[in-house]
């Protein structure tokens, strides 16, 4: 088993120190970023040492989406009275307003060597919110003078996880949705067992993936952003 440092965002400051500490491991391949109800968002520059012990660390950084997410406007999933209703947007949400904060902010332009992942949040909302900063950035550029390509570069770049694991009735659906952001590269599977909910790796093999997509899916794609051999060994030590 392979752990990653949690990066409390209440405390940047010592959260950067626990990287430092603990960045040379070997059981280490990461810092896990949570995401519930984190104020300000993780693009904010206050979590700058943050970023900056695990780009120093060559440790990737993994936001993870949760259902406790911003009460207020238009996050108020505290409203819904199921958690069908909850759980159909939360972690999305999640995802998209941090995605958002850190692409206006210039995260990836600050930390060029930083690899990033956006976990449980499954993997249908990112060609979504890659088109709509694209669209955005068009117009309003102006306001983010530091980004030198479009926001589907940067985003691109980052990986993936797929849980939840969408299951549309025609399973080529879900090749194309990868197929949008370019992201044979850089989708990883992710069970999240022991959830009731966790996927099966059948649920990624069921769908009309090439051999060598599934391939790097299932494995290769996770080795590069852990930096890890097929045995677990880190590789930047």
């Keep these: 088993l392979l752990g990653c440092i949690i990066a409390v965002p209440q405390d940047p400051e010592a959260a950067a120190r626990e990287i430092e500490t603990y960045a040379k491991e070997p059981g280490i391949v990461g810092v896990y970023l949570p995401c519930a109800g984190v104020e300000p968002l993780w693009g904010h520059r206050v979590y700058n040492p943050i970023y900056e012990a695990a ?91 530091f980004l030198t390509e479009r926001p589907s570069h940067y985003l691109k770049k980052f990986f993936y996880a797929t849980q939840p694991i969408e299951e549309p009735e025609n399973l080529s659906d879900l090749v194309k949705i990868v197929e949008l952001f370019d992201g044979e590269d850089q989708v990883i599977f992710a069970s999240d067992w022991p959830h009731h909910d966790f996927d099966h790796p059948s649920k990624l093999f069921q769908a009309p993936f090439s051999p060598e997509a599934k391939r790097k899916m299932m494995g290769e794609n996770a080795l590069r952003l852990f930096k890890i051999d097929r045995d677990g060994n880190r590789l930047n030590l």
């Design 55 to 145: 780009q120093a660390a060559d440790l990737p950084v993994l936001l993870h989406s949760v259902t406790v997410i911003h009460p207020v406007f238009p996050w108020q999933t505290h409203q819904f009275d199921t958690e069908f209703a909850r759980h159909t947007l939360a972690h999305t949400f999640s995802m998209c307003a941090n995605m958002v904060d850190i692409i206006t902010t210039g995260v990836p332009v600050r930390y060029p060597d930083l690899r990033m992942a956006f976990t449980e949040a499954g993997l249908s909302w990112v060609p979504f919110i890659m088109n709509r900063l694209d669209k955005e950035y068009i117009e309003r550029r102006r306001e983010v003078p």
